[in-house]
């Protein structure tokens, strides 16, 4: 037997989630289109018996996250992020206390919401960035849910000292991974029990599929996961996952690239008189860079800005852009632009002048000129 040695992480993501390495063999994993198995035993060695318990589609995506997040424990594929986000809220017993931000993905805050309205859960809204009364809305609740750097005002949580509160208070830690990956923070090694993915996102990282994921180092929580994804049926089709694993195995490449524009973009935008703030956890100025540089290995490919002008300017001048896409979304290859308070359902907090700049691997010269041109033809 080969000695086990251990990758990094540009390796690992092109090495997990292969099949046996015997002549002959596919080196990709196959797309299995099948809705059941053969089998007379209600339960197989992989608990394939229906294509909504198990597919061999997912396995191979749900083991390469999984081993990124530092499980040994398969992750679970849904059909959505937001599928995702709701199977861990649905774990909290009726009427039991959800701890949630704010300002986070306004689905996720959406969903709590509406949970909340028609009294299945109580909510407690908190600004995660005050740890303090984080901790003070802790008190008797199920769930902690914690998306950090938050989406789209890039906030950092002190996740460490949130997470061990939490624990101590008997409170399940949910942390929505989408924005850093694994390959930039990993919530499971200190403490938090599920890891949640969009990865429709950067995981993806093309625009072309919308899945979710969840992580958990723990078995039980992992059964109880999959019970219910079995049950409420919020799967994944085979191409999509097989989608994101082709995605997973280029996202390190991407993320290095991606995240050195974005830092560049910051930095050229914070020297623009016409961009009132940039928000970005790689410029020294920000408030959260020294938390950032603490907990994160890298600081992702988002910045956020805020144009001069108010949100008519910052219209125009998304309207303006060339290169960047004016879309929703993030974390593809293309550079998206968006001005996130178009949606009726954001956050209050997320000031109405504020564009989300998802950045690409595009050449960064050719999307700061893009910029500059879109801020010169929105000034009237
Ligand atoms: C941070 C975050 N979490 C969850 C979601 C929901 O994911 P999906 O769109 O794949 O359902 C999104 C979508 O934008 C997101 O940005």
């Known amino acids: 037997m080969s000695k086990p040695f251990s990758h990094s992480q540009h390796t690992a993501v092109v090495s997990l989630g292969r099949p046996p390495r015997v002549d ?29 318990f198990s597919n061999a589609s997912w396995e191979p995506l749900e083991k390469a996250v999984a081993a990124l997040e530092g499980s040994e424990v398969p992750a679970l594929a849904y059909a959505s992020g937001l599928a995702a986000v709701s199977a861990v809220f649905d ?7 959800i701890v ?33 009364a984080t901790i003070a809305a802790m008190d008797g609740a199920d769930l902690l849910w914690i998306e950090s750097p938050s989406n789209p005002l890039l906030e950092v949580a002190d996740l460490p000292t949130l997470i061990k509160a939490a624990r101590q208070r008997g409170l399940l830690v949910a942390v929505d991974n989408t924005f850093s990956t694994p390959l930039r923070q990993q919530p499971l090694r200190i403490g ?54 082709r995605g997973l195995r280029t996202m390190a490449l991407r993320l290095d690239r991606s995240e050195a524009s974005a830092q560049a973009l910051a930095e050229r935008c ?26 994160l290995s890298g600081f992702g490919a988002i910045v956020s800005i805020e144009v ?18 004016s879309a929703t979304s993030l974390g593809g290859v293309e550079s998206l632009a968006e001005r996130r308070r178009r949606h009726p359902s954001e956050p209050d907090r997320v000031p109405t002048n504020l ?21 010169e033809s929105s000034r009237t």
């Open 91 to 97: 774990l909290v017993p009726g009427g039991g206390t």
């Open 192 to 245: 938090a029990d599920v890891v949640v993915h969009s990865a429709t996102k950067f995981i993806s990282g093309h625009s072309d599929v919308i899945l979710g994921i969840a992580v958990t180092k723990d078995p039980e929580l992992r059964q109880k996961l999959h019970a219910r994804r079995s049950l409420r049926g919020g799967i994944p089709g085979p191409f999509e996952a097989w989608l994101a694993l």
């Open 308 to 325: 001069e002008g108010g949100e008519e300017r910052a219209d125009r001048f998304v309207e303006a852009l060339r290169l960047f896409v």
């Open 270 to 295: 914070e020297a623009n008189p016409e961009i009132s703030r940039v928000r970005y956890p790689g410029l020294p100025t920000d408030p959260h860079h020294e938390r950032a540089k603490e907990q």
């Open 24 to 52: 002959g063999a596919a080196v990709n994993p196959p797309i299995a289109m099948t809705s059941t198995f053969v089998g007379s035993d209600y339960v197989t060695p992989e608990n394939r018996v229906y294509a909504r």
């Open 355 to 375: 564009i989300r700049l998802s950045i690409g691997i595009e050449d960064v010269d050719d999307l700061w000129q893009d910029i500059t041109q879109a801020l």
């Open 100 to 132: 949630i931000p704010t300002a986070s993905y306004n689905g996720t805050v959406g969903l709590a919401r509406a949970l909340a309205a028609e009294s299945k859960i109580q909510l407690r809204e908190v600004d995660p960035i005050d740890t303090e």
